[in-house]
């Protein structure tokens, strides 16, 4: 199994970054995909996550600035992330949750000026 997640960078409080997760090994159609985060000294915290039959759940936090979507036929999975703050800041990690749970590489996300 493999979770490949790109997209993250440096970016200006009030700006937006796409994060993209590509999976391979598993049954896609029926995995609940999902983003955590994780900042420096805290704990790892679901960000957003999206069933196989695309319903969502976010965390209050980015409620109304993220969106979580997927593609089936692609196997992938995205974050689009608006209206970045700086409490944003943090490793952003793909997680896919089919009878067990698999955790991809993380990308690093910064919101500073």
């Known amino acids: 199994v493999q979770l490949q997640a790109s997209g993250g960078g440096l970016v200006r409080p009030g700006g937006s970054l796409r994060l993209s997760c590509a999976a391979s090994g598993i049954i896609f159609s029926i995995a609940t995909m999902g983003w955590y985060r994780q900042a420096p000294g805290k704990q790892r915290e679901l960000v957003a996550h999206?069933?196989?039959?695309?319903?969502?759940n976010y965390a209050d936090s980015v409620k109304g600035r993220f969106t979580i979507s997927r593609d089936n036929a692609k196997n992938m999975v995205y974050l689009q992330m608006n209206n970045l703050k700086p409490e944003d800041t943090a490793v952003y990690y793909c997680?896919?949750?089919?009878?067990?749970?698999?955790w991809g590489q993380g990308t690093q996300v910064t919101v500073s000026s």
């Open positions: 997680n896919a949750d089919v009878i067990r749970n698999y």
């Open positions: 999206i069933t196989g039959r695309g319903s969502t």
